[in-house]
């Protein structure tokens, strides 16, 4: 009797630890279909290191991103970048450690007053246009100033990251600065952060001012 509840407890232990590996397995996450657009930034952003699911083997690509979020994203993709070593060792709040480095290295001015809050579309870009050196954000399109429809000329965060091809706004190049940005769509620029090749072709000029242009040509692309 006691060897055979010996054998229970060992199947059961195998078993937990089977569906431990299966929820761990970023190609086995259950709300990122097959044919999503952003399956593949999710599995690379997961195999680089910089993004996890949630419990239940989900990655929840549809939740907003916080702040607390986005500033460990900047910190973990500018330490992988400079591969400086950085560990990250985790204390008090789990974010308080990438909050540190973002202070200490310049790309975060202050202490945000709620970690908690939806991290905007605008905040992102400065964030991570600061936390990148300038080398891993070369030009690869041209973009002329004032040619993002919803973005000052003088925005130098979302102008870099447009002509970067990290940041490339929705089928109409809008950025909407001021809207959350989604897992799914920061899966897909912290990628081309790291991975030039994946980075978005776009070209954007100035309407002229008596052309009656109110939008630039539409071009289908993958947002974000």
Do not use: Q
């Amino acid at each position: 009797m006691k060897r055979l509840l010996s054998i229970f407890i060992v199947i059961a232990l195998l078993s937990c630890l089977c569906m431990t590996a299966f929820a761990d397995s970023p190609a086995d996450f259950t709300d990122v279909a097959e044919g999503a657009w952003y399956r593949a930034d999710v599995l690379a952003a997961h195999d680089l290191g910089l993004m996890e699911g949630i419990p239940g083997g989900k990655f929840d690509p549809d939740r907003p991103l916080n702040v607390a979020e986005a500033v460990a994203l900047a910190a973990r993709a500018r330490s992988i970048y400079l591969k400086d070593g950085e560990t990250f060792e985790r204390h008090d709040e789990w974010y308080a450690v990438y909050a540190e480095y973002a202070l200490e290295n310049g790309f975060l001015k202050a202490e945000p007053e709620d970690y908690d809050a939806e991290a905007t579309r605008d905040f992102c870009a400065a964030l991570f246009a600061a936390a990148m050196p300038a080398e891993a954000l070369e030009p690869v399109n041209e973009v002329e100033d004032g040619a993002i429809p919803d973005v000052a000329a003088d925005d130098e965060a979302v102008y870099v990251l447009y002509r970067a091809g990290i940041m490339v706004g929705d089928e109409n190049h809008r950025f909407r600065p001021a809207a959350s940005i989604l897992r799914c769509e920061i899966a897909a620029v912290v990628n081309r952060l790291l991975k030039s090749e994946t980075r978005m072709p776009v070209e954007l000029k100035k309407p002229e001012p008596d052309a009656g242009i109110t939008d630039p040509p539409v071009v289908p692309i993958t947002t974000g």
